[in-house]
């Protein structure tokens, strides 16, 4: 690997452990400090704008008291100024009415873009799309869908 994919991935790693932490100024640290970010969380439409996304994840933070990443299949490449990072998110996570022992889990697949700024890589766009269980792959394969 190279220093600039170590350095890539130690801020992707920052991304998760902010997350994880519910700590806002560290998340508000990972992402670029322009209007040009942009997010796309699970099964939700695309947020423009550094006050947007940060909105977001404040919002997040404050309704998933418990959340933890087990991140897998992560490649990291680095183009020029920007780096792209591809992952799945295998998530756990309990909500505030949630009892205690109870988990909820779903996996999605993360794409996230960093730029190189004076500061250093920060997060310029992240985009995560549920993975389909198997159970729902079986029932895709029984659709007569066109070019299968």
């Not at 994919?5 to 640290?29: C, G, S």
């Not at 322009?34 to 796309?40: E, F, H, K, S, Y």
């Not at 977001?56 to 020029?80: H, K």
């Not at 794409?111 to 198997?134: D, F, K, Q």
Request: glycine share 6%; with cysteine.
């Amino acid at each position: 690997m190279t220093d600039e994919v170590d350095e890539v991935l130690a801020v992707h790693t920052e991304f998760y452990d902010a997350f994880e932490r519910a700590d806002f100024d560290a998340m508000q640290e990972v992402w670029a400090d322009d209007d040009g970010v942009v997010c796309v969380h699970p099964a939700a439409a695309p947020i423009r704008g550094r006050r947007g996304v940060m909105r977001s994840w404040l919002a997040l933070m404050a309704n998933a008291p418990y959340i933890q990443f087990f991140l897998t299949d992560v490649q990291a490449s680095v183009v020029g100024e920007v780096a792209s990072v591809t992952c799945t998110e295998n998530v756990l996570s309990a909500g505030a009415d949630t009892p205690v022992g109870v988990f909820a889990g779903g996996s999605a697949a993360a794409t996230n873009v960093l730029r190189r700024t004076p500061e250093g890589w920060r997060m310029w766009i992240h985009h995560a799309s549920p993975v389909i269980s198997a159970a729902d792959d079986d029932e895709a394969e029984d659709l007569d869908l066109p070019g299968s």
